[in-house]
């Protein structure tokens, strides 16, 4: 912002204007002229329209150029952030709570099947009984 707006201390000081003439002219503070200058205030459009009007030039209004939020606070941007972050953790904490539940449900899920394999082979396997083998002779 600041680098678009460096353009009106240029013109101004091209023309041999002093911050309070074109204060005046314009009909805003002088110190709204230095802070447009700078690119530290925020601005209406009517004002850039009279600073267009006024230097001949073709400014345009961070706002209308993007639609990124500018935060004025470092406070408002860490507080947002902030909350952003915790909601976001909050659903991966949910999601981690879901996935361990699967993944027991998954684990007792192979604990059973694995013990009705090796049941199975087990029966499979299993030494005859003696006496019904003495019993068939």
Known sequence: MADDFRILRLKREERGYTLSKVASDIGVSTSMICKLEKGVTSFTKEV???????YG???VPLKYKCSLTVYTDRKDWYMKINDELKEKNKKLINRINELEKENRKLKLRVNAVEKAVSGNYSMAYR?????????DI
Do not use: G, M, R
């Open 57 to 59: 030039i073709k400014l």
């Open 127 to 135: 030494p005859i009984n003696k006496a019904k083998e003495s019993n």
């Open 48 to 54: 850039v329209d009279k600073l267009n009007s006024y």
